[in-house]
């Protein structure tokens, strides 16, 4: 069973930073695509960020490139999302998930295992 945990989440000032931590277990991701996405209230949830288990490589949404790195630790099975600069506009929950495919994909509904979210919350 996949199982993904959030963590990091909070309350930051513009122009700040967090680092959200996305620890998986349940098996191995070697084949997985694991990425990040947010939703705000009345909103849809949309991606953010994305990282090849094996290879990392990374893809990100223009709202974000740049400020937003993604990274993975292989022996902690750890994905991380460190964010700068961040704008009012960031407000969300931040939410971790896993795709089981080596091809990206930027739609909720091509990610099967999904983590509790974490809230952030930047104020102005």
């Known amino acids: 069973q996949v199982q993904l945990v959030e963590s990091g989440g909070g309350l930051v000032q513009a122009g700040g930073s967090l680092r959200l931590s996305c620890a998986a277990s349940?098996?191995?991701?070697?084949?997985?695509?694991m990425g990040w996405f947010r939703q705000a209230p009345g909103k849809e949830r949309q991606f953010v960020a994305a990282?090849?288990?094996?290879?990392?490589?990374?893809y990100y949404a223009d709202s974000v490139k740049g400020r937003f790195p993604i990274s993975r630790d292989i022996p902690k099975n750890t994905v991380y999302l460190q964010m700068n600069s961040l704008k009012p506009e960031d407000t969300a929950v931040y939410y971790c998930?896993?795709?089981?495919?080596?091809?990206?994909?930027?739609?909720?509904?091509?990610?099967?295992?999904w983590g509790q979210g974490t809230q952030v919350t930047v104020s102005s």
């Open positions: 349940g098996r191995t991701f070697t084949n997985y695509v």
């Open positions: 990282i090849s288990w094996s290879g990392g490589r990374t």
């Open positions: 998930a896993a795709r089981p495919a080596l091809n990206w994909a930027v739609s909720a509904y091509a990610y099967d295992y």
